[in-house]
């Protein structure tokens, strides 16, 4: 677990550099990360999603129920290189909604056993060890398994949506030359997080199956 728990560490810390360098740096088109949304929305034919401000950093998220793009502070009015990457990625979810992309579906059925799994898959683990009690243990595990999964299910919705997001950008040209490149190592790095979850989770998984064998 520590080598995984280092990788996460190292992912959250890369997201977080990469943001504020690249925060700090203007796009040459005055761009604000609102308006390329807007734009890449539109350039979809896509005309029914508000774009709204929320507080915080890199809170950024699209928000299905809603049909809201939500963009932290730092995002919505900033016309920097980092806002124009971070508003075309939620834009990109906003698209495969729009569009039915299949990996989002899938993901998203998974999402009520989710919420159980990672609240309860391993206290029941551990509660299934501690009174012998074998069905509680498969139960736990079951749960937990699902938190990986989803994790898995996400990794293409998220490589996808930075996929669409990098795309309009040039394309479009919002962005060019170097402000792309910046562009595309902040989506990088924010992916590298989605891929130290999946790992993190897949590890506690495999921590879980060795304590059971390992009572055995």
Same mark, same amino acid.
Request: net charge positive; aromatic share 10%.
């Given at each position: 677990?520590?080598?995984?728990?280092?990788?996460?560490?190292?992912?959250?810390?890369?997201?977080?550099?990469?943001?504020?360098?690249?925060?700090?740096?203007?796009?040459?088109?005055?761009?604000?990360?609102?308006?390329?949304?807007?734009?890449?929305?539109?350039?979809?034919?896509?005309?029914?999603?508000?774009?709204?401000?929320?507080?915080?950093?890199?809170?950024?998220?699209?928000?299905?129920?809603?049909?809201?793009?939500?963009?932290?502070?730092?995002?919505?009015?900033?016309?920097?290189?980092?806002?124009?990457?971070?508003?075309?990625?939620?834009?990109?979810?906003?698209?495969?909604?729009?569009?039915?992309?299949?990996?989002?579906?899938?993901?998203?059925?998974?999402?009520?056993?989710?919420?159980?799994?990672?609240?309860?898959?391993?206290?029941?683990?551990?509660?299934?060890?501690?009174?012998?009690?074998?069905?509680?243990?498969?139960?736990?595990?079951?749960? $937990?398994? #699902?938190?990986?999964?989803?994790? =898995? /299910? &996400? %990794?293409?919705?998220?490589?996808?949506?930075?996929? !669409?997001?990098?795309?309009?950008?040039?394309?479009?040209?919002?962005?060019?030359?170097?402000?792309?490149?910046?562009?595309?190592?902040?989506?990088?790095?924010?992916?590298?997080? $989605?891929? #130290?979850?999946?790992?993190?989770? =897949? /590890? &506690? %998984?495999?921590?879980?199956?060795?304590?059971?064998? !390992?009572?055995?």
């Amino acid at each position: 677990m520590i080598p995984v728990f280092i990788f996460a560490l190292v992912c959250q810390l890369m997201v977080k550099s990469r943001y504020k360098k690249y925060s700090a740096i203007r796009n040459s088109a005055g761009m604000t990360g609102a308006q390329a949304a807007d734009r890449l929305l539109r350039s979809q034919g896509i005309t029914n999603v508000k774009i709204r401000r929320i507080s915080g950093t890199l809170t950024d998220h699209y928000n299905p129920k809603t049909n809201e793009i939500c963009l932290s502070e730092g995002v919505y009015d900033s016309p920097s290189i980092a806002a124009v990457g971070v508003a075309c990625h939620e834009a990109g979810h906003a698209c495969q909604y729009a569009n039915n992309y299949f990996p989002i579906k899938i993901r998203n059925s998974v999402i009520p056993i989710t919420k159980f799994g990672s609240s309860l898959g391993i206290p029941l683990v551990l509660l299934g060890i501690l009174f012998t009690f074998e069905p509680l243990i498969y139960v736990g595990i079951i749960l $937990y398994s #699902a938190v990986a999964f989803f994790q =898995l /299910a &996400t %990794l293409p919705v998220e490589f996808n949506a930075s996929s !669409r997001a990098l795309r309009a950008i040039d394309e479009q040209g919002f962005l060019h030359g170097e402000e792309y490149r910046g562009a595309k190592k902040v989506l990088a790095a924010a992916a590298m997080t $989605y891929v #130290a979850a999946l790992v993190s989770a =897949l /590890a &506690t %998984l495999l921590r879980l199956l060795l304590l059971v064998n !390992r009572r055995r």
